[in-house]
């Protein structure tokens, strides 16, 4: 199907934010406040720290500031994907932390099933299925390393299923597989807003006091703690943890580590019965392709096909505007590729297109440290992995500021930092050579360039 057409009548706005059930927004800030515990910024990070701040202790104050709404950025913007993995893969996690990567997993596994208990105890309708992920190669040359990380997964007893290209087909249907996996437990797929507001709802049960539309300014010390400055107001917190991502950081020292990497998706309308038992998909996982570029899926409650990933651009200088969020270009290749993996879907429509930025650092992986004498903790560089790993990254976040030694706290990856970009132009000059060399890569059968295999050896990366 001519993708132009199909693209045709998709608005332009996130799948998961057009929603009925978005709560009205709470009152912003007006006149100055104080707090045991002042959380800035309203995505899953900061939700999460939040909620288990007070599920530690019920007496503690909370109050959380959102710039915007709850759950309107990159929280209501990806694809639901829950992932376990804490380290973008086992892969990444045996390349930094070889001697963690057993304990990394098995956390990971863990904070999981903590997400569905927390999802089942407050009565979150967030459609959450612990369905896995479904792994796919579409090129001989992406089979190999995908059995290395199967046979690994398999020795920490994480459940990876390898399949050849007749049992990925028989899963889900598309005649560009060539084999795959079936990462069994670890990942979920739900509905990430719908998340985001439950959460927000479960906060204010507990007690946290949350006000959006309220951008914090500055942050200073004081004798006592913090000082949070908005327009109209300023908190007063005896400890701050920051959940802001890849905005513009209130500590400086995080913009050398982050750079933002807009990432887009494309929603189809509803399919038919017919339309479905033609790609089977019985089990509803979510899928992943094991190109350099590579593009994930899912079905929707209702039945629609999620499309996102391949193109992860990075505009130079860093910078992040609103008209960002549109890209047709990347929206009619998305569309095109669609109907590559799946023929038989040829007229099917799209009813929704959005971009949203990821808050992406050297090591693929989240980060954690403190400042301000123990007084402020932070989490951030998620990579794309966010949906899950933020739950672990506030729990971190809660440890650092209650100065507690935890198997958390504990771990190298915790206390180590990733390594920093280098400061403009030569960091846009770096990022689009890696771009330009990944695109290469998956054009020459995955062979890495020779600017890849310095990259590699230097410990720094690049990927949505």
């Known amino acids: 199907m001519d993708p132009l057409k199909a693209l045709a009548d998709a608005e332009r706005k996130p799948y998961w934010l057009d929603s009925p059930a978005k709560p009205e927004p709470r009152p912003r800030l007006t006149g100055d406040t104080t707090a045991d515990l002042a959380v800035v910024g309203g995505g899953f990070s900061g939700l999460w720290t939040a909620l288990m701040a007070k599920e530690r202790d019920p007496s503690l104050d909370v109050v959380l500031l959102e710039g915007r709404r709850i759950g309107w950025a990159a929280t209501g913007r990806n694809g639901g994907f829950a992932m376990a993995t804490l380290t973008h893969g086992i892969a990444n996690g045996l390349e930094r932390w070889p001697e963690e990567v057993r304990t990394l997993e098995h956390l990971g596994l863990r904070n999981l099933d903590e997400i569905g208990e927390t999802v089942e105890r407050y009565g979150i309708d967030c459609g959450y299925e612990r369905t ?10 992406q089979l190999e390393e995908m059995h290395r990380n199967a046979e690994t997964a398999r020795e920490m007893g994480v459940r990876f299923d390898v399949m050849d290209a007749d049992r990925v087909r028989a899963e889900v249907d598309s005649p560009t597989y ?18 985001a507001w439950g959460l927000r709802r479960a906060c204010l049960e507990q007690g946290v006091r949350i006000h959006e539309r309220t951008p914090v300014r500055h942050m200073r010390e004081t004798p006592t703690g913090m000082e949070l400055l908005t327009r109209d107001g300023t908190v007063r917190a005896r400890a701050v943890a920051l959940g802001t991502g890849v905005f513009p950081p209130l500590l400086r020292r995080l913009k050398h580590f982050v750079v933002p990497v807009y990432d887009y998706a494309l929603v189809t309308e509803p399919l038919s019965a017919e339309q479905l038992a033609s790609i089977g998909w019985r089990n509803r996982q979510g899928v992943g392709d094991s190109a350099n570029r590579f593009h994930y899926y899912r079905l929707t409650a209702d039945d629609r096909i999620l499309w996102g990933g391949y193109d992860a651009v990075y505009y130079n200088g860093g910078r992040m505007r609103p008209e960002y969020e549109q890209r047709d270009a990347t929206f009619t290749t998305l569309a095109e590729h669609f109907f590559t993996t799946f023929p038989q879907l040829s007229g099917l429509r799209f009813t929704h297109r959005w971009g949203g930025v990821i808050d992406t650092c050297s090591r693929f992986s989240a980060f954690y440290g403190r400042s301000h004498g123990g007084r402020v903790a932070y989490a951030v560089g998620y990579t794309g992995m966010g949906v899950g790993a933020t739950r672990f990254g506030a729990n971190v976040m809660l440890d650092l500021l209650a100065g507690r030694q935890t198997e958390r706290t504990r771990l190298r990856m915790v206390r180590e930092k990733p390594i920093p970009f280098p400061p403009e132009p030569v960091r846009s000059a770096g990022i689009q050579l890696t771009r330009w060399s990944i695109a290469r890569a998956d054009l020459n059968q995955g062979r890495r360039n020779l600017w890849l295999r310095t990259l590699d050896r230097m410990g720094l990366g690049f990927d949505s």
């Open 178 to 195: 060539v084999g795959g996996m079936w990462e069994r437990d670890g990942c979920a797929m739900l509905d990430p807003a719908a998340l």
């Open 132 to 141: 896995g992920e479904l792994h796919v190669a579409t090129e001989p040359w």
